[in-house]
């Protein structure tokens, strides 16, 4: 199976999900923004800058290089990330009524075959059939 570089698309998600401007991205990078220009064009870039860039965005190089889905990962992360702040701010009380209604919520995706589904669709992406 061949991987597709999706560097190039990768590095504009994650501009696009920051909200910040070209300079800012490579200012965050610490790059040199006609640098960061240039792999954004053709997603080609040394070993040394592809490393320095996984390392300033705390992704592995494979998912920065081949992963399709990686700038709305690390959104759903960081997602997961305030909702369990907000989780562990809640009372003793409410955090056992928030397992219950999301244990009732997964009975009724296991039960309907959407976790399965979601499984299958996932594996046959990832060409893992």
């Not at 640098?35 to 040394?48: I, K, P, R, S, Y």
């Not at 920065?64 to 990962?73: A, I, R, T």
């Not at 056992?96 to 075959?113: A, M, N, P, S, V």
């Amino acid at each position: 199976m061949k991987r597709r570089n999706n560097l190039s698309n990768n590095l504009k998600a994650f501009q696009k999900a920051r909200h910040i401007t070209q300079t800012e991205f490579a200012q965050a990078l610490d790059l040199p923004k006609s640098t960061l220009q240039a792999v954004m064009l053709d997603g080609n870039t040394t070993l040394e800058t592809l490393i320095h860039m996984a390392n300033a965005l705390d992704v592995t190089l494979d998912e920065l290089v081949f992963d399709s889905c990686l700038p709305e990962k690390e959104g759903m992360i960081r997602w997961l990330l305030t909702g369990a702040s907000w989780y562990a701010e809640q009372t003793a009380e409410g955090q056992e009524q928030l397992r219950y209604h999301i244990r009732g919520i997964l009975e009724l995706l296991k039960r309907d075959g959407v976790l399965e589904a979601v499984t299958d669709a996932e594996h046959k992406r990832d060409g893992n059939t």
